[in-house]
């Protein structure tokens, strides 16, 4: 089944720049629909990117847009967020995601599969 696998995160200055990967082990990686959110402690699981369920588009959280851009390798299984232009306020623990099925893309009740997550935390 689905696994991801997430990597990339870390400890950066303000402006300054991560690409987080995730990695699907899974057979039909390609036939999943992924996405990106973030969660900072004590906050709701927020939606950041994702591409479009056929595959065609990408969306993008108004916090994130124009810093961030999400992007897929499907020969590698992977699927990556790099994010520029960072700031303190982006500092959460970010989850890619896949779905299963068609839904509402910036809801988390929308997906059915998750990375552990990867800790991302940006300083002054």
């Known amino acids: 089944q689905v696994q991801l696998v997430e990597s990339g995160g870390g400890l950066v200055q303000a402006g300054g720049s991560l690409r987080l990967s995730c990695v699907d082990s899974?057979?039909?990686?390609?036939?999943?629909?992924m996405g990106w959110f973030r969660q900072a402690p004590g906050k709701e699981r927020e939606f950041v990117a994702a591409?479009?369920?056929?595959?065609?588009?990408?969306f993008y959280a108004d916090s994130v847009k124009g810093r961030f851009t999400i992007s897929r390798d499907k020969a590698k299984n992977t699927v990556y967020l790099q994010m520029d232009s960072l700031r303190p306020e982006d500092t959460a623990v970010y989850y890619c995601?896949?779905?299963?099925?068609?839904?509402?893309?910036?809801?988390?009740?929308?997906?059915?599969?998750w990375g552990q997550g990867t800790q991302v935390t940006v300083s002054s």
């Open positions: 995601a896949a779905r299963t099925k068609r839904g509402t893309y910036y809801y988390t009740a929308a997906w059915n599969y």
């Open positions: 591409f479009s369920w056929s595959g065609g588009s990408t």
């Open positions: 899974g057979r039909t990686f390609s036939s999943y629909p």
